[in-house]
């Protein structure tokens, strides 16, 4: 009983209570409810803001894994892209037409690749250049690319290979990116290894392999928390053979067989001797025979070069070219004849002297022997290279009122009487180092009627012992051309007199002349007018033996 009553002492507690907690916040109706408390109340919001932070992060970090895989995709697109073109470019490229390059921008990497091979698209041989590069845009909007050891893309530049079988370094013919604008390279390294054969025999030929690595980055960091922050990178390494697959081999041998024509004295000379198979570095050289004089065979590069000299024009020079590699154990050689035709292109002036003669106050006109007054030239026995030349006046001068152009042309009205001398240079217009030069002489006759005279004075140019003479003509003033002769007395011994009035040769000693003499002589000319004409004139001539060649002598007289 009296726990019972306890108990309903409790419940009628109970009611009064839930009487006096009606209005309240929190009610609990009958003994099975009750209200929460404060730390209840806080672990519930707690639990609350945890889920939505999970939920949150849950979308942020879907959305960062998304980003991450697209950037993945980029990059590994990007390596497909730049492997693809090294394995195709690589393909066409024989055995040492791979070379690792160092950039111009120094250091010790090889941060790129030059690839020397036949382009069917280009129907010749190419040089591409594959490698890190820095990208610049030019004026128009167009993307240039120089290779260079920190260069955030790799890019690719094509050449055609230049005359002489080298590879340029200016002037792509063809440029572009491998890599995507999403993709950043971080590293990138070349190197080609020789591989040697599994049987040393003597038709043995080391192949060569080539490896590179690359990494690259995303070139956006990706969205989300801290571990997702971090740039995806990706690194590829692979190795290429270079000209040959596993075990097959290639003949080591000179693939030229013929050479190009060379012209004497003209731009220089250029070109290669290919050679396929064998393990660079080659050695080069003349084993038999010998190159026109001029021409020169590069040892390390198998490219002849120079100008070959004027004598050499009209010949065919034959010699053996020889080939040895650096294989090991067996070095490698190779020979192969070639020839190398000089065509004869230097300039020969062909217009004759002396020049038709001109009248005082009457307008050139040399009729039939000079057609317009238009001086020629040729280029040697080529005759599909004619020439065109630019003429100019050495030393001398035309008559007063006559002219030359710069073409050849003489014209003109001239206004003194006399015989004049002058140098005239023909050089071809588009190498000006390859000319002739010759000396050409016209008369203008008075205007009153045509008379001979020698117009050259006395003394003569003196001489010495055993001193070559400079040549001198002799002038007079007529009609058309002259005959010269020495018509009394006599020349010092070892000069003469040519038809064409020139003095020339060497004086010798005289037997029983004291030196310096003076020599006495008449001489005539006579010119080929109708009717004829002569004239005569005295001259003296004084040689000397400053270096007493001849010893004593007796007085003259």
């Not at 020079?317 to 020979?335: K, Q």
Request: proline content about 7%; some cysteine.
């Amino acid at each position: 009983m009296k726990v019972n009553l306890k108990v309903k002492s409790q419940k009628s507690k109970l009611k009064l209570k839930t009487q006096n907690f009606r209005n309240s916040k929190f009610e609990i109706r009958n003994s099975r409810t009750r209200a929460f408390t404060l730390i209840e109340l806080i672990v519930s919001v707690a639990l609350l803001l945890v889920a939505l932070s999970i939920a949150l992060f849950a979308v942020v970090g879907t959305n960062g894994m998304i980003q991450k895989a697209d950037a993945r995709s980029s990059i590994s697109e990007s390596t497909r892209g730049v492997g693809e073109a090294i394995r195709r470019t690589v393909a066409n490229a024989p055995v040492g037409a791979v070379t690792p390059i160092i950039p111009n921008d120094g250091g010790t990497t090889f941060a790129a690749i030059q690839v020397k091979a036949f382009s069917d698209l280009q129907s010749g041989n190419t040089c591409t250049v594959i490698g890190r590069a820095i990208a610049t845009t030019d004026s128009t909007g167009e993307e240039k690319y120089t290779i260079n050891k920190v260069g955030t893309v790799i890019a690719i530049l094509i050449y055609n290979v230049d005359s002489g079988g080298l590879c340029p370094t200016t002037s792509p013919i063809y440029q572009n990116r491998l890599t995507n604008v999403q993709a950043v390279v971080k590293a990138a390294q070349f190197a080609v290894k020789s591989v040697g054969c599994t049987t040393i025999t003597s038709s043995c030929v080391t192949k060569q392999l080539l490896r590179y690595s690359l990494t690259l980055e995303a070139a956006q960091k990706g969205s989300g928390g801290t571990s997702e922050a971090r740039k995806p990178t990706l690194t590829i390494q692979e190795g290429l053979p270079i000209g040959l697959v596993n075990e097959a081999t290639v003949v080591f041998k000179i693939e030229t067989t013929t050479l190009p024509n060379a012209h004497a004295g003209t731009p220089p000379y250029a070109t290669s001797v290919v050679v396929s198979g064998g393990m660079p570095p080659y050695t080069w050289a003349i084993t038999s025979g010998s190159l026109p004089n001029g021409l020169a065979l590069s040892t390390t590069t198998g490219v002849i070069t120079g100008t070959p000299n004027p004598p050499t024009a009209g010949h065919t020079y034959n010699f053996t070219v020889t080939v040895t590699d650096s294989a090991t154990p067996i070095i490698g050689t190779a020979s192969q004849p070639l020839s190398i035709f000089v065509i004869d292109d230097q300039i020969v002036i062909t217009t004759t002297t002396p020049l038709p003669d001109a009248t005082v106050g009457v307008s050139y006109n040399p009729g039939v022997l000079l057609p317009g007054g238009q001086l020629k030239a040729d280029r040697g026995v080529d005759p599909a290279m004619p020439c065109s030349c630019t003429w100019t006046i050495i030393s001398g001068g035309l008559p007063n009122g006559m002219s030359m152009s710069a073409g050849g042309k003489i014209d003109g009205t001239p206004t003194t009487a006399g015989v004049y001398s002058f140098l005239i240079r023909a050089a071809e217009s588009s190498n000006l180092t390859n000319y002739a030069e010759k000396t050409f002489s016209l008369t203008v006759s008075p205007s009153g009627g045509q008379t001979l005279t020698i117009t050259t004075s006395s003394p003569l140019p003196s001489g010495s012992i055993n001193a070559v003479y400079v040549p001198f003509q002799l002038t007079a003033s007529g009609s058309g051309s002259y005959t010269w002769t020495v018509d009394s007395g006599s020349l010092p011994p070892g000069l003469a007199l040519s038809t064409g009035g020139i003095i020339s040769g060497t004086p010798t000693c005289d037997a029983g002349k004291l030196y310096p003499y003076s020599y006495s002589l008449t001489i005539r000319v006579r010119d080929n007018a109708d009717p004829l004409k002569t004239a005569t004139k005295s001259f003296n001539l004084t040689i000397s033996d400053p270096l007493a060649v001849c010893g004593g002598g007796l007085e003259p007289g």
